[in-house]
């Protein structure tokens, strides 16, 4: 009898240590001053910083001042934005997802109807709000991640076959409005986005190698049988300029020619000031030939320093993703690192004629107040992960 009692008080002692130790650890909780990833946020404001020095240059040659000073208020506004994410604990972006989906869903129709564009291209993808025009399906790339991730955390849960028709139908909607713009470049970003994070998710590479297939397959066909009912005409000039340059030089080929012409011209550590030339003769050298700019002002070592900034703020946020606290935080990351990816390969790759010309801007870099305003609020929300993050192996505290 007395051998129970002693064995009893020292269970109870053992749970109180325990109980203890569980209440201080959930009081405690991450260090998230000590988590706060400066690495990434020093990569991401020279890449900011980079970005005004040739948008200034760029304004400066073509006389119009007003671009650096739109995209200055939009760098300040953009990192106001990104430290108010800060503070958000990205557990509350399960509740806040539906709200947001809806808003923008909202915006996207509401650009449907009352939206402003460039006549060239046939796109209305702007609101007009006086002092600036805001583009919804930038921030879109945002919602996508973060209502993706929800459904996709309760699928691995197993939380019953409704949430693959919602993950499905809200992904749909989203992309079905963009194209309706029509931007289908933006829609591809979409796509891109999801694509990979079902990929982390977890997909069958038997799946991934039937989807090829049948990609390569069907793509000629669509090209070539329906491309007049699928695509604009800019879209065909572009598809077929890409396809054989030479024999669209002055129409369809001309931006990426001139590109590739003045990214070539800067050589080693770029042109003499006041040589330069890209900021003049190239089209849209603000936005989307801002990387022909670079090459030329900066030469080789200018286009590798960006080259390898982006590479190192995509890597950064792969281990964010590693290491983040669940499933949840690591497939927001996923999707937000394959927007960043995709616009910088498709900026980059068709600057220097690998990829068909789209209006993808260059993060942080090209001219876009809504460019960098999403993209602030994305690594704002990359870095609230990161501070809530499990501790990695081998970590010091």
């Known amino acids: 009898m007395i051998q129970k009692l002693i064995k009893s008080m020292r269970i109870n002692k053992s749970q109180q240590r325990e109980g203890r130790m569980v209440t201080l650890e959930k009081n405690r909780g991450p260090s998230l001053i000590k988590n706060f990833d400066w690495f990434l946020l020093v990569l991401v404001l020279a890449l900011n910083i980079l970005g005004l020095i040739v948008v200034r240059s760029v304004s400066n040659h073509l006389n119009q001042p007003v671009l650096f000073k739109k995209q200055l208020i939009a760098s300040v506004i953009g990192l106001a934005c990104m430290l108010i994410m800060l503070f958000i604990d990205y557990k509350d972006l399960r509740v806040l997802s539906i709200p947001a989906y809806i808003?923008?869903?909202?915006?996207?129709?509401?650009?449907?109807?009352?939206?402003?564009?460039r006549e060239e291209v046939g796109t209305k993808g702007w609101i007009d709000l006086g002092f600036f025009s805001f583009q919804p399906s930038e921030l879109g790339k945002v919602t996508l991640s973060i209502v993706a991730a929800v459904f996709?955390?309760?699928?691995?849960?197993?939380?019953?076959?409704?949430n693959y028709l919602w993950l499905a139908g809200t992904t749909a909607s989203l992309v079905g409005l963009v194209l309706m713009q029509p931007d289908f470049g933006t829609a591809v970003v979409y796509i891109f986005i999801f694509a990979c994070m079902v990929f982390v998710w977890g997909i069958r590479y038997r799946t991934i190698l039937i989807i090829l297939v049948a990609g390569l397959v069907s793509l000629p066909v669509l090209l070539f049988g329906?491309?007049?009912?699928?695509?604009?005409?800019?879209?065909i000039t572009?598809?077929?300029?890409?396809?054989?340059?030479?024999?669209?030089?002055?129409?369809?080929?001309?931006?990426?020619l001139m590109s590739i012409r003045y990214i070539?011209?800067?050589?080693?550590?770029?042109v003499e000031p006041g040589t330069e030339k890209a900021?003049?003769?190239?089209?849209?050298?603000?936005?989307?030939?801002?990387?022909?700019?670079?090459?030329?002002e900066w030469g080789f070592i200018g286009t590798v320093t960006v080259v390898l900034l982006f590479t190192l703020f995509?890597?950064?946020?792969?281990?964010?993703?590693?290491?983040?606290?669940?499933k949840f935080g690591s497939y927001i990351v996923i999707g937000l690192m394959a927007m960043f990816l995709f616009h910088f390969v498709e900026n980059v790759g068709m600057n220097i004629g690998m990829l068909p010309v789209t209006g993808i801007p260059l993060p942080f870099?090209?001219?876009?107040g809504s460019s960098v305003l999403v993209s602030y609020i994305a690594v704002g929300i990359i870095l609230g992960i990161s501070m809530r993050r499990q501790r990695p192996m081998f970590e010091v505290q």
């Open 238 to 256: 572009r598809i077929l300029s890409f396809l054989n340059p030479e024999a669209y030089a002055r129409d369809g080929a001309y931006q990426v």
């Open 152 to 162: 996709l955390e309760r699928i691995k849960q197993g939380n019953g076959p409704i």
């Open 279 to 296: 900021a003049r003769h190239v089209p849209e050298a603000a936005t989307d030939s801002i990387f022909a700019v670079i090459g030329e």
């Open 314 to 326: 995509l890597l950064r946020c792969l281990y964010i993703s590693r290491y983040a606290r669940d």
């Open 365 to 368: 870099i090209s001219y876009g």
């Open 103 to 117: 808003g923008t869903v909202f915006l996207l129709v509401y650009t449907l109807v009352a939206g402003i564009g």
């Open 264 to 270: 070539g011209s800067g050589r080693i550590f770029g």
């Open 226 to 235: 329906f491309m007049d009912k699928i695509f604009e005409s800019f879209q």
